[in-house]
């Protein structure tokens, strides 16, 4: 909500400025961070493993090459991740199939250094997209003309869910900015309004980039992913906490992992997000 | 005990001492000019040595023995007068003080009325006149009242253009804002630059930091009463101007010889002058804001008088996506003169703050709105008893009804309409006092008194628990009804509830208050008070300024009533003739039950809101210096505090304490005003703080390709920002007046932030927009650069 008021705000501002500055902070201890996002299909699956680093470092962190890193799924089926030398640790479902086991609650072991860490997430289920119906739209109040995608699915009812809904153009996302997130709460951004509705008008629309619309021959297309409770608190924030700027920012705070330690507990030695998605996805040629 | 026993005795002897026949007068002082009441008069008797202040309608009542007595009346800028009084039987003197003009001063010498400071039992008071904060070199020329109390010792934000103000450690909700009486929920236009009041209507402001009197409750931290003139009864007049932001216009006058009258609107015209200027993306969009204030008195008769006023102002912004918001206030007073001694004020009042937003000429398919609000409903009675020269005791009480509207929501996608509301809280507020103010001798005088404070919560469902570990999102454990709570033998239960509720939490507060004055000699005395406060209601805001959209939530099982205690001490001197005031104060407040929020707490639309927040402990302290001219050509104050204030919140930096947001070691002001000739006067003020706290990182770390900052110690405000300080000017030039025009007019030209600081509001982190896995710290100033401005405004 902050940004929409900021929004309004700098709209209307008269000379407030930013200036990037030079400034020295302290550098605290490096700890390890998990990258971990899986989802049920059959490609490579790859969760990352790096260090972090000074703040200001500003080069890529270190990767973390030597752990031991498996989940363990239905019947206590155990899915190595081997490790590629890059930080990167990869499972390939052609191997004992894809973690598509919806409802399960799988569970995530880490060695690190002589330290064993868990994490479970639930994999939750995902509403199939209907169409994407698309058309063409003269420049606007705002947006530019071109073609307009939006994408149709139904919420599940009933039930609190929430999702990540990524748009490409050609295969590569829609949006450049890593930090531009599309989370859902059920089909709305937040609250209990939005049970079991269809994604509501502004999600819907939000597949196609409003100063850069789509052209003839694009190819629009949408991966609808399902998010655990864990997973989208962790994401909000992350998407709160970039672009936390201005009157409205909210104090910066450490995001909470949900790496815990080998009896299930809460820990500050781990840093990341262990997360499990189901996916759909909707294509449409503009023609 | 013994001592005790005597003190108690010599009390009670001096309440009942009736031995001389004694004589009350009575009255009212006002303006020569206006007919306004002069709130705060001076009313004394040199020979004895007494005398009291006329309350905030103006009215004094003194007794003294029979005789003759030189009775002299005199308020700050007015020209003094001296009654001869004998006084033989109860008498009526109203009294009107014509207001003094500076070259007057030059050569006569004022003998009272500045004495206030000193004299009165108050400490850790401002009062500012109307007149004053139209000096007062303003943002884009337009004088505002809360931006003028940001110059007085013991004040702080957390940065320019933020909402409210921050007293002696407390935050912007522990403020009760008053206007005539009626509580403002948000007193800002536009997030915070301007505040709501409209300076032609103002007729004084009056902060009340410590030393708070039992007839005032309901915040932590500060009162600040802001009173609404009561319009000319003499004379039908205009005052209004033009300025970059806003038009004003005021009329007043009498209505008849009982009954005048003060009606002022504003609104700002940034929108109509921008349109031709916006290219067509932004030609749709709104942005606007109006207040309007009437009032209307009438004077029934001798002993019964009656006052409505009224507030009604909105802001609107956005453009297909539009913001609206604004407070509604209504007061109603009556004041009754039952007989010399006894004064009765009632009032009652109506305030409302409320907002809403969605899509502006959306389709009925696909729809949102969005509302929210706050409103309240009280009955007051207030009762004046000047029992003796000696003792002045007041007593009364007040309920107040308020009504929550969390939020109210309607969505509507593809035709389907859901809508959602956050369940209604209502709340029940009253209180009961009595105070005794009265002087020991010569030298001492002391107030005295208490207010017993009760609330109860009403939900319009059952009440619900939550548990979990300190700084994380508690989980709801139950949802039943409290038997003991609901069925404890309630003695507040004769207080109606105008509706059904579910479940009901009640809380009992006893708040002491004590201040003392003793004056050392004719010019310096020294001061003391101690006051507890209680609060009930609750800004929820986690964001650094509070935002127009933020809640007020009751106290209820979870969240409970914020508690502060206060020592204050001061040291009050008068220097030459009182021409120069100067206060010396150092204080110590201790904060209970002062709540926080979890890492990204949901403060918005949270049916659950009360497991995302947090409560902890705070404390504040510091000394604060002031120096202040009256009189002469130039005019103005120093203001310097050193504080420091922290809070302890179980889950936030590591548990430790941490400086608050708005914490700032210094804080200096010097506001300055020099009349140069009848045409010119020339202001200027100049203002430094300390840099405020704020968050850093110090490592990061990459997640999907987001770099994240992280601090490994969990630490909360572990830096400070920059230092803050800033020049503004301003110059007032009053064209020859033609003696026989009516219409007079002059023109304002200022400049905000004269040597064009970048004073920094936050620093933020950010990656990189080129490069992703740069990072940067950036300054965000919220005024970059200096800000001239030239108003007109007019008389007639």
Known sequence: MRYI??????????????????????????????????????????????????????????????????????????????????????????????????????????????????????????????????????????????YYAQFYARDFGGRKDFYWIKPFRNGKPVYDDPTFMILSEDATFGGEAGDGLVFIEPLRAIITDQDNPFVLGDTSSVELHSLNSSAYQFLD????????????????????????????????????LFSLSAISKFEVIIQ | ?????????????????????????????????????????????????????????????????????????????????????????????????????YEINEVVIEAEGAEQNVKSIEMSVNKIDAKDIKKIPALLGEADVIKSVLLLPGVSTVGEGSTGFNVRGGGIDQNLVLLDEAPVYNSSHLFGFFSVFNPDAVKNVKLLKGGIAPEYGGRLSSILDVRMKEGNSKKFTGTGGLGVIFSRLALEGPINNKTSFIVAGRRSYADVLAKPFLNEDLRGSKFYFYDLTAKINHRINENNRIFLSGYFGRDVFGSGFVFNWGNATATARWNHIFNEKLFMNVTTFYSDYDYSFGLEDSDPDDDFKWSSSIVSGSIKPDFTYYLNNKNTIKFGG??????????????????????????????????????????????????????????????????????????????????????????????????????????ETNYTNFEPRLAINYSLNETSSLKGSFNRMTQYLHLISNTVASTPVDLWLPTTNNIKPQIADQVAVGYFKNFKQNKYETSLEVYYKDFQNQIDYIDNADIFFNTQLEGDLLTGDGRAYGLELYVKKNQGKLTGWISYTISKTERQVNGINRDEWYPTRFDRAHNLSVVSSYELTDKWNFSANFVYSSGTPATFPTNRYEIQGVVLPHNDKDARNNYRIPDYHRLDISATLTPKKNKDRKFNGEWVFSVYNVYNRRNPFSIFFEQDDAEPRVTNAVRFSVIGNFVPAVSYNFNF
Not at chain 1, 79 to 84: E, P, T
Not at chain 1, 92 to 100: C, F, H, Q, Y
Not at chain 1, 256 to 265: E, K, L, Y
């Open chain 1, 5 to 146: 008021l900021f929004a309004v705000f700098v709209a209307l501002t008269f000379s407030s400025c930013e200036d990037i500055i030079e400034l020295d902070l302290d550098n605290g201890k490096n700890q390890l961070v998990v990258d971990g996002f899986l989802n049920n299909e059959s490609s490579i699956q790859t969760i990352r493993l790096t260090s972090s680093a000074p703040y200001f470092s500003n080069v890529a962190t270190p990767s973390e090459n030597f752990a031991s890193v498996r989940l363990i799924g239905p019947n206590n089926l155990t899915y190595n991740f081997i490790s590629n030398g890059n930080g990167n640790y990869e499972y390939n479902p052609n191997t004992l199939g894809a973690i598509d086991s919806i409802g399960f609650n799988y569970k995530l072991e880490i060695d690190y250094k002589g330290s064993a860490y868990t994490s479970t997430s639930l994999l939750n289920p995902v509403p199939v997209i209907d169409s994407m119906p698309y058309a063409f739209e003269p420049a606007g109040f705002g947006t530019e003309e071109g």
């Open chain 1, 237 to 272: 924030q992350l998407v709160n906490s970039s672009g936390n700027d201005g009157l409205f920012a909210v104090p910066l705070s450490n995001i909470r992992s949900n790496i815990f330690d080998a009896a299930g507990n809460p820990q500050d030695e781990v840093l990341g």
């Open chain 2, 1 to 101: 005990m013994k001592k005790l026993n005597i003190l108690l005795i010599s009390v009670l002897l001096s309440l009942i001492s009736a031995a001389q026949e004694k004589f009350t007068i009575r009255g009212y002082v006002t303006m020569t000019e206006s007919g306004e009441e002069l709130i705060g008069a001076t009313v004394a008797v040199k020979s004895l040595g007494t005398g009291v202040s006329a309350n905030v309608y103006g009215f004094y009542s003194l007794t003294l023995p029979k005789g003759t007595y030189e009775v002299s009346y005199s308020f700050i800028g007015y020209t003094d007068k001296v009654k001869t009084v004998e006084l033989s039987y109860n008498q009526k003197i109203d009294m009107e003080l014509s207001e003094s003009v």
């Open chain 2, 398 to 503: 007040q309920i107040i009804y308020y009504d929550f509207k969390p939020a109210e929501a309607s969505f509507a996608s593809n035709g389907q309409i859901s809508s959602l509301s956050l369940p209604g809280k209502y709340g029940n507020e009253s209180g009961f006092y009595a105070q005794n103010e009265q002087k020991i001798g010569a030298r001492l005088s002391v107030l005295y008194g208490a207010r017993v404070s009760h609330f109860r919560y009403e939900g319009d469902r059952e009440q619900e628990y939550f548990e979990g570990e300190a700084g994380l999102r508690k989980v709801l454990k139950s949802e039943t009804l409290n038997e003991s709570t609901f069925h404890q033998v309630n003695i507040w239960g004769w207080i109606p509830s105008y509706r059904n509720y579910k479940s």
